[in-house]
Every structure is written in C-alpha cells, then in structure tokens.
C-alpha cells in the first residue's frame, strides 16, 4: 500500500512501468495521475474521515452504550446495594431482633434461673435452718441424755459400792446351813480309820461352802487326834476387796464427768480389819460344823494373806489373825447378833490379830507352820506300858518317840509325832504356844549307845531353817561331842543328852528311867545311868 496515496504497491508498479513503455508520456500524465492521486487521496481521506467518523460515532455509540450498561451496571449495582444494604440492614435488624429475642430470653432464663437458684437457696437454707434446729435439739438431747447417763451412772456405781459394802458386812450373819451332812461325810472318813481322809474330807467339805465373790479363800486343813485339835490355814481376801471409793459423784461443770469420792483411808482400814474379823469367826465356825465334837474340840486357826512385798516384789504370806479356840469356848459367841464386834469377838477369844492388817503387819501364828508337809501319826500311850524302871537304850524306837512327845506335852508343848517314812529326818514336831516365844520346833529323838555325831546337829539345824522353825531340839540317851555344844547355840538347837533326859523324864512324867549304856560317857558319874 502507498503510505501517501494509498494505493496497493502493484498498481503503482504496473503504473511505472507503463509509462516506460510508452516512452515518454509519463510526465504528461504525471499531472493528470497526481491530480488522480490526490483525488484518491482526497477521497481516501474522507473515506478516512468518515470512516473515522464513523468509527468516532461508533465509539461515541460504544462509550454510551458502555455509558449506558455503565449507568445500569452502575444503577443495578446500587439496586443491588440497595437490597444488599436493604438485605443487610433487615439482617441487622433481624439480627439485632434476634439478638434482642435471644438477650430477652437469655434475661428471661438467667432471672428464672436465679429465681430458681434464690428458690432453691432459700428452700436449702430453710432446710439448714431445719437440720440446724433438729441437730441443735438432738445434740441438746444427746448431752442430756448423756448427763442423764452420767447421773444414773453415778448412781448405779454408788450403788454398786454400797452393795459390796453389805456384802462383806453380812459375810458373817448369812452364814449357809445344811452342813450336818458334810460333818457326817467326814465322820465316816474318820471311823473308816483314815486320818488323812478325814483331813482331806474336812478340807473338801469347807472348800464347797458357798462366799461371795472374791471372799472364799483357799483352806488347808491338818487334823492331830492326839489332841482332837483341827488346824485351818485360810486364805484371806487382799486389800482391794474393800472399795476405795465411798461414792461416785456427778460433776456438771465442764467438761461432765462421774467423778470418784476416795474413801478415807481410817475407815478402809477399819472396814478391812473388820472384814478379816468376820472372815476369821466364819472359817472357824463351820469347821466346827462340819466336824463332830466327839472328834474335834479346838481348832487352831491362821488367817493369811497372799500379796506382793512392795519393797522386794517377792510374794509374801503374812499371817493377819491368829487363835487357838475351844468348842465350848466358841459356842459363847452368838454370831447371828447384828450388833456384835467381830474384832472385839477375836479379842475376848484371846486370838492374835495385826494391829494394821491393811498394810499386812504380820502377827505371829499360834501355829506358825503348815502341817499338811508332815504326815500325822496316831497317839500312841507308851507310858502306862512301861516298867517302873525302864532301859530307855532297849525301847522300841518308835515307843521312844512317843515318849519324847509325852514328855514336851507335859512340859507345855503340843506336839505331834510324825510317821517313820518320809519324814525328811524328823521325829516329831512341836509348837510353843507363847505368842512371844513360841513357835514351832523341830525335834530328833536319837535312841543309841554312841555319842551323837555332830553331822546329826548340823542336819537339825538345816531342817530348821528350811521349815521356817524357831528351833530344834536334839533329845539322846547318850552324849554329845565338843563341836556340837559349840555349833548348836550359834544355830537354834538345843541338846538334850541322857542324863538330862532323864532328870526331865522324872520330874514330869514321875519316870525313873535307866540308861543301859556300855560304858560311861565324858565327865558322867554312874548315878547318871542307874
């Protein structure tokens, strides 16, 4: 295309070139082709300008158009933001409704809740209030319950002193009965020719008699025919079977308590004292029930306590009462008499009895020994069988024995003779019965030609020491040696030798005896054996 005339670029060539074959016209024609050129041109730039025109116009159509659907976008858009904020604003609004619905309701739930939470607070604090009331009722109710507890306590507890307090006051007057047939039990025993039976029987017959709790004692029983004396060793309650306290009161002052009133000490020891009295005078009454007065005329009673010495720990057994009584001479008590003074009874029985039996002030025993260790042998009446001159050397052993316990009898001793077996060496044994200087002796009868070996002393003494005796006594028909004169005053033995047998033989028993000894011995005259 010609950028000036706007012709397509062959037509300009075929122009050219028809010119140069025509030879020389061209510039004749160039005239009329520039005037032709122009007018196209001319024409073309109309064409132009109209087209541009055109085009113009049509832009200027577009840009109304564009304007337009510009306009109505535009109006449309704000249509649509119109309804949008429309839309918007009633969502707001709906919103804001809802909002406002669901704060009302949200209020609405939030007040009856705290209706129902205020309902429920004052319906539990009305509860509380309740519960606090009943609970402050029932606990006003427990602590007087509890105070009235307190109070029966009190009362039941006094009550309960009181009651033991007659117990051990009544211990004498309710005295059981129906013991004849255990008296006839024990009688039999004796006529079948069973001493020891008969102990045994006596022993078993006082055990079952019925005392109250913590009163009835163990009792031991030995009986000695020879004397027709029982001897009962009792087992008296401790201390603490008198209550120590007089009565229980009821404190209010808190906190509350059932406080204890201690008994005076004066008048626990004299209710034990008089306790120990009561027990005493029953023990020795039904022994002398339940045996027959053909059999039995005294009774040797001790009255013991087994407790612990404070000061060692060790158990001790002080004898608290002691009496040697008659039958006839205990039938004076009327036991039954409300008024009588069981210590002033002991008393007028001439019995031994601690002076502060509370604190186990022991007194010394009329019979300071057991004798359920020794076995007791039958009376034997050696005396009205001998010659007027008997050979004490030549007797029968065991009619020497018996002889030896004639004469302590005679002399003021009561005394038993023991059975030849297991005597642990003893021939006989005896008891002093002056409370002072008295108590039990351990006797050996040497029956024999020879000096008494000092071996023989030496064992006595030992005997003596482990049986708990005051002395012992070694009674020969013949003599001692120098060693046992000096050993046997050192030990509480006393010797007795033929010669001085012999003299006490005649002064008590009238017995002029003689000594058949082969030879003299030391420092004896021959009067001494004839």
């Not at 196209?40 to 085009?55: D, G, T, W």
């Not at 337009?68 to 918007?88: L, V």
């Not at 030496?458 to 006594?473: E, Q, T, Y």
Request: with cysteine.
């Amino acid at each position: 295309m010609d950028p000036v005339l706007g012709l397509p670029g062959f037509a300009w060539g075929q122009f050219l070139c028809f010119d140069v074959e025509r030879g020389g016209h061209w510039m004749a024609r160039r005239k009329s082709l520039a005037a032709q050129l122009l007018q196209v041109y001319q024409e073309r730039q109309k064409a132009k300008a109209a087209e541009a025109k055109r085009a113009e116009a049509e832009l200027a159509r577009q840009a109304r158009a564009t304007e337009r659907e510009a306009a109505a976008r535009a109006k449309e858009d704000a249509r649509m933001e119109r309804e949008a904020a429309q839309a918007w604003s009633r969502a707001q609004k709906g919103k804001q409704a809802r909002q406002s619905a669901d704060a009302r309701r949200a209020e609405q739930i939030v007040r009856d809740l705290e209706k129902r939470d205020a309902a429920r607070a004052k319906e539990l604090e009305q509860k509380r209030r309740i519960e606090g009331r009943e609970r402050a009722a029932a606990e006003r109710r427990a602590k007087q319950e509890a105070l009235e507890d307190m109070r029966r306590e009190a009362s039941e507890r006094t009550a309960e002193v009181e009651e033991r307090l007659s117990v051990l006051a009544s211990v004498l007057r309710l005295r059981p009965g129906g013991l004849r047939q255990l008296r006839l039990e024990a009688q039999r025993a004796f006529s079948e020719g069973n001493l020891e039976e008969f102990a045994v029987g006596v022993e078993k017959a006082l055990g079952s008699v019925g005392y109250p709790q913590g009163l009835g004692g163990p009792r031991r029983v030995a009986f000695a025919p020879e004397s027709r004396e029982l001897v009962v060793e009792v087992e008296l309650p401790g201390q603490a079977v008198v209550p120590a306290v007089a009565q229980y009161q009821f404190k209010a002052s808190a906190p509350p308590a059932v406080v204890p009133q201690p008994r005076k000490e004066g008048e626990t020891k004299a209710l034990y004292r008089d306790l120990v009295a009561r027990l005493a005078l029953r023990a020795i009454d039904e022994a002398f029930a339940v045996t027959p007065p053909a059999l039995v005329d005294q009774i040797a009673f001790n009255g013991k306590v087994r407790a612990k010495d404070r000061a060692t720990g060790k158990t001790i057994e002080p004898c608290l009462v002691s009496v040697r009584v008659s039958r006839e001479g205990f039938a004076d008590l009327v036991l039954d008499e409300p008024e009588l003074d069981p210590v002033a009874s002991l008393h007028h029985l001439d019995a031994i009895v601690s002076q502060h039996p509370y604190d186990l002030q022991p007194v010394r025993p009329v019979v300071s020994f057991d004798l359920s260790r020794y076995k007791i042998a039958p009376e034997r009446d050696v005396v009205a069988g001998l010659d007027s001159r008997p050979d004490l050397v030549s007797m029968d052993p065991t009619d020497f024995e018996h002889l030896i316990r004639r004469l302590f009898e005679k002399i003021g001793l009561k005394s038993w003779v023991t059975q030849a077996s297991r005597d642990d060496g003893i021939d006989a044994v005896a008891v002093n019965e002056e409370p002072l200087i008295g108590g039990l002796c351990i006797i050996q009868a040497k029956r024999t030609k020879n000096v008494v070996s000092a071996e023989t002393v030496r064992a006595v003494a030992g005997l003596v020491v482990d049986k708990g005796a005051s002395k012992g006594i070694v009674v020969t028909t013949a003599w001692f040696g120098k060693a046992s004169w000096d050993f046997a005053p050192r030990n509480r033995v006393e010797l007795i030798d033929g010669r001085h047998l012999k003299s006490l033989l005649l002064e008590h028993l009238g017995i002029d005896a003689l000594i058949g000894l082969p030879k003299l011995p030391p420092n004896w005259q021959a009067r001494d054996l004839s």
